[in-house]
Nanobody
């Protein structure tokens, strides 16, 4: 049984920073890719960043240079350091894991991910 549990969300002012964490438990050895997604009210869920088992990384254009994804395999934890936050970053942020997706063109396709956390809310005020 795989569990993904996010934490670290909150409310910040524009320009501020937050660090999200995702603790994974269960059959995590099957993961070949983990990522962060977000969904704002009335919008589709979108890929924010992903990292594969080789350490290769992808970012959405909207967060490049501001967000950093990383993982600590010893702790089975995925992180998303978010800096220079903007009001448009406001969303529910989800951790996801896949046992098959590659960091190609479909890395940000939510349907390629098998496992999901419950989400953590990020609110950025102007």
């Amino acid at each position: 049984q795989v569990q993904l549990v996010e934490s670290g969300g909150g409310s910040v002012q524009a320009g501020g920073s937050l660090k999200l964490s995702c603790a994974a438990s269960g059959s995590t050895l099957n993961f070949n890719c983990m990522g962060w997604f977000r969904q704002a009210p009335g919008k589709e869920r979108e890929g924010v960043a992903a990292i594969d088992s080789d350490g290769s990384i992808k970012y959405a254009d909207s967060v490049k240079g501001r967000f950093t994804i990383s993982d600590d395999s010893a702790k089975n934890t995925l992180y998303l350091q978010m800096s220079s936050l903007k009001p448009e970053d406001t969303a529910m942020y989800y951790c996801a894991a896949s046992d098959h997706v590659l960091l190609g063109a479909n890395w940000g396709n939510q349907y390629e991910y098998n496992y999901w956390g419950q989400g953590t809310q990020v609110a950025v005020s102007s």
